[in-house]
């Protein structure tokens, strides 16, 4: 899917929020469809019905939200860790992290990265004027990039259907336009300054193409599960299947006698050689089926590039074998954490460009942000720290302590570790003082 682009150079008007809001609508259907397919609801449930004595099982199994949340437990289930060398700074970062739950906040944009392809982040001040940010998703905000060769955002829109019409709001590199679908279009209402300095809703992006983590393997999924209905079906077949006698006449009586007590007994014929009883049987293709099944399912994980943590090898995996089974996935989560960091480092730009929020002479610390993510893998804390004793004299504490998974924020644990050790100090201290 292409961004949206518009001229730098001409004036953002009512008519031309709403051009883009109608190009938008056009996105809709296919930003449905992966929700559908996200929550279950997959092509098999909307075919047409069978006549009524054919089977029509309408199985689901739903691989799309399998690969989207076990891409998204592998590539941010661990919460990512920003820290800045600035002692100060790092509190400031770590205030706003704590006041906007942005733990949460970044695992369920990852989620909608991976579901539409893409998704937002809007800014906003709250009515104690602190920096808050929310995720929204593609289903009522877009964002418009200039027409240059760095396509930077131009303007953002964020929209609602109402009985009365669109209503919504515009927002630029300095201000919040609301506006209002009046009888001619719509039209603007009114608008207030912001000061962060840049257009205040962020776009993260799955990939450059902004698609979905299972939109490649959208017929694939559509095959496995008509595939497994059908499966279904021959079963309910058999268990109906037709009784089938030769040879012989059967009164409505024996019949249900047959029926009911499932016992047959035939006599009185000249020639009980020459009967046939038995039940009618189409073709067996079960062979046929469960190849195809395992064929589509091994491809389903292939093209995905996700990988199938059930499958029983997984658990007999070695270190060096589990890398390798987890490479593919790797790669994916790799791309996706440049995409990632540059959105954020485009949100704390503008969160450092209010002075409430950081001191103006530091307004451009956010360039040295680090941001650490760690692959939610099952971790062996004996070989970590192990590792990270090795280093020492080698690195920093902070990058030691960086190796170890379970410590979330390395500069905090080396203030507790400084704590500590002076706590110790003051009480070796006072027991020499005792002593003496």
């Not at 397919?37 to 399998?66: M, S, T």
């Not at 095959?223 to 037709?242: C, M, P, Q, R, W």
């Not at 089938?244 to 009586?253: C, F, Q, R, S, V």
Request: net charge negative; with cysteine; proline share 4%.
């Amino acid at each position: 899917m292409d961004p949206f682009i518009f001229s730098a150079e001409e004036e953002i008007t009512a008519e031309v929020v709403q051009d883009f809001i109608q190009k938008h609508q056009a996105l809709l259907p296919r930003y449905q469809r992966l929700k559908n397919l996200y929550k279950g609801h997959h092509l098999i449930l909307d075919r047409a019905n069978k006549p009524e004595y054919k089977p029509d099982n309408r199985l689901v199994v739903n691989f799309a939200k399998y690969i989207t949340d076990t891409f998204n437990g592998y590539f941010i289930g661990i919460p990512i860790r920003i820290s800045h060398d600035d002692p100060e700074i790092n509190k400031r970062v770590d205030e706003f992290q704590t006041r906007n739950d942005m733990d949460d906040n970044q695992a369920e944009l990852s989620k909608m990265c991976s579901i539409y392809g893409h998704a937002f982040e809007l800014l906003y001040q709250d009515e104690e004027s602190q920096t808050c940010c929310t995720y929204n998703s593609p289903l009522d905000m877009f964002i418009v990039y200039d027409d240059t060769i760095a396509q930077k955002p131009l303007f953002a829109v964020r929209y609602q259907i109402t009985d009365e019409g669109v209503k919504g709001q515009v927002f630029t590199v300095s201000e919040i336009i609301s506006f209002l679908e009046g009888d001619e279009g719509i039209v603007f209402t009114g608008s207030e300054p912001h000061y962060y300095g840049d257009v205040p809703v962020i776009e993260y992006i799955e990939n450059e193409e902004r698609q979905s983590v299972f939109e490649h393997v959208e017929s694939l999924i559509n095959a496995y599960n008509k595939g497994v209905s059908e499966k279904a079906n021959d079963v309910d077949y058999f268990a109906d299947a037709y009784m089938k006698i030769l040879g012989t006449e059967i009164d409505e009586t024996t019949i249900q006698n047959i029926r009911d007590n499932r016992i047959i007994n035939l006599f009185g014929a000249d020639d009980l050689a020459n009967i046939i009883v038995e039940f009618m049987e189409k073709p067996n293709g079960d062979a046929n089926q469960e190849h195809l099944l395992d064929r589509l399912e091994r491809l389903i994980y292939q093209i995905s590039m996700v990988a199938n943590i059930n499958d029983e090898s997984f658990g007999n995996a070695s270190g060096v074998s589990l890398e390798f089974k987890l490479q593919p996935m790797k790669n994916l989560a790799a791309m996706k954490e440049r995409k990632f960091v540059s959105g954020m480092n485009r949100r704390f730009k503008m969160v450092f460009n209010l002075p409430t929020n950081i001191e103006p002479s530091k307004k451009d610390e956010w360039r040295n942000l680090n941001y650490t993510f760690t692959r939610n893998i099952p971790r062996n804390i004996a070989d970590e720290a192990d590792t990270a004793g090795k280093l020492t004299g080698i690195v920093s504490r902070e990058t030691q302590l960086s190796i170890l998974s379970f410590v979330d924020n390395p500069k905090q644990e080396l203030e507790r570790i400084q704590k500590e050790n002076e706590m110790n100090s003051y009480q070796t201290d006072s027991d020499f003082e005792v002593d003496s």
